[in-house]
């Protein structure tokens, strides 16, 4: 992810000494001469004193005549001292030594309250807060962790926020060392306060997910987002994204009071004008025997409830055709955030299991097939194990002939023919 913003806390923190005093050097009581030297930066020093006063009238000697006039006093020449310290106060939940003095968060003697418990000392963050850096490490686990953490729970960081707008509060984390665990409450160390909660599985390739909530919240709210790592040993720096945002049709977000969102307002294309479904499904298309025909390149519908399964039959016209299904996103990010986690599967004429993928773009599928014959073949839509238990898809499918020289998406060559042994076998495989 690019575009991350470091957020480093502290300023200068120096102070200049006070100046040295000068006295008269006449018979006279001359007045103070040192003045106070002035603040200066970490690297500084105080100014020099202000100079002295003017002396005092002589005393009167025995023969009764006045003395002389007293001098002036010297200048003040006390330099100020040398700043102290050089950083602001220690922030105790981003990995850095911002008070300069070799301890970093929670080995930092200020951290103590921050660090005994995750809700002694909540880190204060604005709204918005956009994808500021931030760490867990040293910290200790919740007392009571979130509902979709691990077991035991894991080094914990709490961020109190207040909202500025009435409608929905995002959420995102993200980090590339550990998984972690995102929920939001409106008392720290009150589980049953908690109203949302996230926590994507780390995919194939090890890598770990972004975690993304999205709940609704009033204006002037404070709650409180909990980063958990899922495990003792998951700790380390994490992004962190937070901002509340009214609720608008058309924004590209999927919101409760929505049944779709795709970004636009054009009708026709799957969700109209009002972020209302556009759906091609049929309610009892959850079998091979009553599935919708697919009579276009997309087809709309919506996985609701969770065990709800979609069959989309297709037709395939003549003999070596190759097929490309997708399930996606109504152009939300749903499929990128993992907010939604379908599975797709293809059929024969005989209902036999050609294809099946549960991930491809995100969390999202692409199953591909080529060498397909003539006759009624069957998509199937299913939830996979993450993400929403409910949620919209549209599913494109592309249909090719081989052998008509242009290489279809799950074609490796076309060279015109069907004819095996030239290089491009008869089902569009290089050979």
Same mark, same amino acid.
């Given at each position: ?16 000494? +006070? ?7 006449d ?19 105080g ?18 005549? &006045? ?5 002036g006093?010297?200048t003040?020449?006390? &330099? ?7 950083g ?9 030594? =911002?008070?300069?003095?070799?301890? +970093? ?6 951290? %103590? ?20 850096e ?13 509902? /979709? ?15 500025? +707008?009435?409608?929905m ?10 998984d972690?665990? %995102?929920?939001? #409450? ?14 994507? &599985?780390?995919?194939?390739?090890g890598t770990?997910? *972004? ?6 919240v009033?204006?002037?709210?404070? +709650? ?20 509340? #945002? ?15 969102d ?31 025909a697919?009579?276009?390149?997309? *087809? ?10 979609d ?12 097929? %490309? ?9 749903a /499929?990128?955030?993992?907010?939604? =986690? ?12 050609? &294809? ?34 409910? *949620? ?9 002939e ?30």
């Amino acid at each position: 992810m690019t575009g991350f913003t470091l957020r480093v806390l502290g300023g200068l923190g120096a102070f200049g000494a +006070v100046a040295l005093f000068a006295c008269s050097e006449d018979s006279g009581p001359g007045a103070l001469a040192g003045g106070t030297g002035t603040m200066t930066t970490s690297s500084g020093k105080g100014g020099g004193g202000s100079v002295g006063g003017a002396g005092g009238d002589g005393a009167a000697n025995s023969g009764g005549n &006045a003395g002389p006039t007293g001098s002036g006093g010297e200048t003040g020449s006390g &330099a100020g001292g040398a700043g102290s310290g050089g950083g602001g106060p220690e922030d105790c939940y981003n990995g850095i030594d =911002d008070d300069a003095n070799m301890l +970093v968060d929670c080995d930092d003697p200020s951290c %103590v309250a921050a660090c005994k418990t995750p809700c002694g000392q909540p880190n204060v963050i604005a709204d918005p807060t956009e994808f500021v850096e931030f760490d867990n490490t040293g910290h200790p686990s919740m007392a009571q962790p979130a509902n /979709c953490a691990s077991k035991n729970g894991g080094p914990a960081s709490v961020y109190k926020l207040t909202t500025k +707008v009435n409608g929905m509060l995002d959420i995102q984390v993200s980090s590339s060392d550990v998984d972690v665990t %995102v929920s939001i #409450r409106i008392k720290c160390d009150d589980l049953k306060t908690e109203f949302g909660c996230s926590e994507q &599985a780390i995919d194939d390739l090890g890598t770990p997910p *972004f975690e993304f909530l999205s709940v609704a919240v009033p204006d002037n709210a404070t +709650v409180y987002i909990v980063v958990e790592g899922y495990g003792a040993s998951m700790a380390g720096k994490h992004y962190l994204y937070a901002k509340s #945002r009214p609720i608008d049709c058309g924004d590209g977000i999927l919101d409760p009071v929505e049944e779709c969102d795709d970004g636009g307002s054009t009708k026709g294309d799957g969700c109209n004008e009002l972020c209302k479904l556009e759906s091609d499904e049929d309610a009892n298309n959850n079998s091979i025997a009553t599935a919708d025909a697919m009579t276009k390149a997309s *087809f709309t519908g919506k996985i609701d409830p969770t065990t709800d399964i979609d069959y989309i039959a297709f037709q395939v016209p003549g003999a070596n055709y190759s097929a %490309v299904f997708q399930v996606l996103d109504q152009g939300n990010g749903a /499929c990128t955030f993992g907010t939604m =986690d379908p599975v797709a599967t293809i059929y024969g004429p005989t209902q036999t299991l050609l &294809a099946t993928n549960d991930e491809y773009n995100g969390h999202c599928p692409r199953v591909e097939k080529t060498g397909l014959g003539p006759g009624t073949h069957y998509l199937k839509v299913e939830r996979g194990i993450f993400g929403a238990l409910t *949620f919209p898809y549209r599913a494109d499918l592309e249909l090719d002939e081989c052998g008509n020289g242009t290489p279809g998406a799950a074609e490796a060559c076309d060279d015109g023919n069907t004819i095996n042994g030239d290089g491009c076998s008869a089902v569009c495989l290089i050979e």
